[in-house]
């Protein structure tokens, strides 16, 4: 990458990984141009970047990344020189009740993004420096035992619709780099948590369900594993990799922080209880509720980063529980956030400023099995 005047291209950066980025990047990269291409599905929130629309490093464009067309349009009006490839439909849940939008999105939008990226990096004499860096995730691998870590040899084994999504993304990106030779690197990363997170994943929901007494729903017996990552520590992963990853190489990025789900929820409870002042009488540990168990769900995710560790210098600086707690303040602090994203009143915010028809509420696919 050059490290002056470039211009990246961040899909999905209205979501929750990218709207931390985008916000990562401008801050530690003055100078720099981000393009942030969303579609703004349930899951994307321009409100994630408000304060962001007059600064003049920053552009957005309202699209989705399976039209062709708009992507040569993109690549044609812009000197881009880094694809950060994060757009994804990512909720595990929503994949198990409808899977072709995850096929969709992550599978022929990663292609078309791919043969995108490829026809401006040919037209404009291939630099070496260009950099398609595409963000996957640890699930591709399937479950962990008890023991062992995943490291970025392990074998593709995906339980879930969408990690089977993103499994096959991977192997696209690998395919466009081993037969046409683009700059692209690949990392796989373990849960992220922190602020902007949608309350549909784990810990947001958990939170915001404690803090409002509402019940907690644990699936099976709450031992699943999980390897904690907050998105701050991510995103540094995430730069260091565009700046000095080797394109063809693939970088496992975990946060060093297993925990079973039960733990998490333990804890959750008690930042949130220690937070609004509870009595023993009222802790919310007593809205845990065990629920019916996620098909498929895999056991355990742990990831051994030494190669990010020794290649690039990286390790985790956020431990996990001062950085669940910085999490907890961010929702209880942000009631206007989660008011919005859960009323809607964002959406209608954007079908007001954009006036087009929401990518997400375009027909419903899936409910097939
Ligand atoms: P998210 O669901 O919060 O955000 C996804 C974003 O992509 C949204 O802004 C959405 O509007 C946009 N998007 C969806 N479909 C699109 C399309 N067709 N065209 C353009 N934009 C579209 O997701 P996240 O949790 O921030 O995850 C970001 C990426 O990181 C994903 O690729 C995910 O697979 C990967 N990842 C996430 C985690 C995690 O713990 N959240 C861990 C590992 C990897
Ligand atoms: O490992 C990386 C992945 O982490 C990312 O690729 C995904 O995009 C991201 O969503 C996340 O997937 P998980 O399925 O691990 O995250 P989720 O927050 O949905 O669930 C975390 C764990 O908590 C999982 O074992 C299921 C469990 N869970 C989840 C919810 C929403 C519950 O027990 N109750 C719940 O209500």
């Not at 552009?59 to 990344?65: A, R, S």
């Not at 995730?137 to 962990?144: A, R």
């Not at 394109?247 to 804890?267: D, H, I, K």
């Not at 999490?327 to 959406?347: F, I, K, M, Q």
Request: aromatic content about 10%; charged content about 25%; hydrophobic content about 35%.
């Amino acid at each position: 990458m050059e490290d002056e005047k470039s211009t990246i291209l961040v899909t999905g950066g209205c979501g929750f990984i990218g709207s931390n980025f985008v916000r990562y990047l401008l801050q530690n990269r003055p100078g720099w141009k981000v393009i942030n291409l969303d579609a703004l599905t349930y899951a994307g929130n321009p409100a994630n970047l408000a304060g962001l629309e007059d600064d003049p490093g920053y552009t957005f464009v309202h699209g989705d990344i399976c039209d062709a067309g708009l992507l040569a349009e993109i690549f044609a009006s812009h000197s881009i020189n880094g694809v950060v490839h994060l757009a994804a439909e990512s909720h595990v849940d929503r994949s198990i009740h409808g899977p072709m939008d995850f096929v969709r999105t992550n599978v022929e939008g990663t292609c078309r993004l791919l043969a995108a990226a490829l026809k401006s990096w040919r037209r404009r004499g291939e630099p070496e420096s260009f950099r398609f860096l595409h963000v996957s995730t640890d699930e591709v691998f399937g479950s962990l035992g008890p023991q062992g870590f995943f490291i970025e040899s392990t074998a593709y084994d995906p339980s879930s619709p969408y990690s089977a999504s993103k499994a096959a993304a991977d192997h696209f990106v690998r395919a466009w780099h081993r037969t046409y030779g683009l700059p692209a690197i690949i990392t796989n990363c373990s849960n992220n948590y922190g602020p902007y997170q949608f309350p549909e994943k784990l810990i947001p929901l958990m939170i915001l369900n404690a803090a409002e007494g509402k019940q907690l729903p644990v699936y099976g017996d709450g031992s699943n594993v999980r390897d904690w990552l907050y998105v701050d520590d991510h995103c540094r992963a995430l730069l260091l990799v565009l700046e000095k990853g080797r394109p063809g190489r693939t970088y496992a990025v975990g946060g060093g922080a297993e925990q079973t789900n039960l733990e998490v929820v333990r804890l959750i409870c008690r930042l949130v209880d220690e937070r609004l002042g509870r009595r023993p009488d009222q802790a919310s540990q007593g809205l845990i509720r065990f629920v019916e168990d996620r098909p498929g769900h895999d056991l355990r995710y742990a990831i051994d980063s030494s190669r990010i560790r020794s290649e690039l210098g990286w390790r985790p600086r956020h431990d996990f529980l001062s950085a669940l707690g910085k999490t907890v303040d961010w929702y209880l602090d942000n009631p206007d956030w989660v008011e919005s994203v859960r009323s809607g009143a964002y959406r209608n915010w954007i079908a007001a400023n954009y006036g087009r028809r929401l990518a997400g509420e375009e027909e419903a696919s899936g409910r097939e099995p």
